[in-house]
């Protein structure tokens, strides 16, 4: 495929939400022309892992749950009082590995530091995040760019199980338990919590769940 071939097809490419467009043979040049091409600003979430190539605009439901679980764990954080970072759905990639990938959500928790005040990362060099979240409504989520960036814990939504898996030993296991937040019923609570709020609303939702917080750990600590 020609750089001016290329050109053209960006152009003529047009997905409507939950609509998927994978490609194949895709160099790391053409990956990196093609986020140049759609710039930052845009509604399509571009995702890379060793020549295959993924094009996804996300579904109306699928922004709103990705709103509400960020603020519960922003929520849970503060709560627990653990410094944080969220970098949302910013573009990590890796040219060694040859992985790039754009999350719903991320967050960097023990790694918060290392990566605090800095406008640019380069995963060469700097962490990838400590924990991701997927909502997938229109596709499963290809497990092999998280795991070979290192990002130690992944949450994927499908509309109503929240999923999480953690790495060990560079592979992720399915886990009835947050490695980050152990003592708490993570999958069972966060999916409850995202219903309340399209009954109660948002902020109510978000004070019962900071009052649930505040009691578990109260709990734990007696």
């Not at 603020?71 to 590995?97: C, G, H, P």
Request: proline share 4%; with cysteine.
């Amino acid at each position: 495929m020609s750089e001016r071939t290329l050109q053209v097809s960006l152009k003529q490419i047009v997905l409507s939400p939950g609509q998927q467009l994978v490609m194949t043979d895709v160099t790391w040049q053409m990956y990196e022309r093609i986020l140049e091409e759609f710039g930052e600003k845009r509604s399509a979430r571009i995702n890379y892992s060793q020549g295959l190539l993924e094009i996804m605009v996300p579904l109306p439901e699928h922004e709103v749950s990705k709103v509400i679980i960020g603020d519960l764990i922003k929520a849970l954080l503060e709560e627990l009082n653990l410094e944080f970072w969220s970098l949302a759905s910013t573009t990590f990639k890796n040219k060694v590995m040859q992985q790039g990938l754009e999350p719903d959500d991320c967050f960097y928790i023990e790694h918060e530091a290392a990566i605090r005040g800095k406008k640019r990362l380069d995963l060469t060099v700097d962490p990838p995040p400590d924990l991701a979240v997927e909502i997938d409504l229109t596709s499963r989520t290809r497990l092999d760019n998280y795991e070979k960036l290192g990002v130690k814990e992944l949450w994927r939504f499908d509309g109503e199980v929240l999923e999480i898996s953690v790495l060990q030993e560079g592979k992720y296991q399915r886990s009835h338990q947050s490695f980050h937040f152990p003592m708490l019923a993570i999958a069972e609570i966060i999916p409850q919590y995202l219903e309340r709020s399209k009954v109660e609303g948002r902020n109510q939702t978000m004070k019962a769940f900071r009052a649930w917080v505040k009691q578990e750990t109260h709990e734990s600590l007696e």
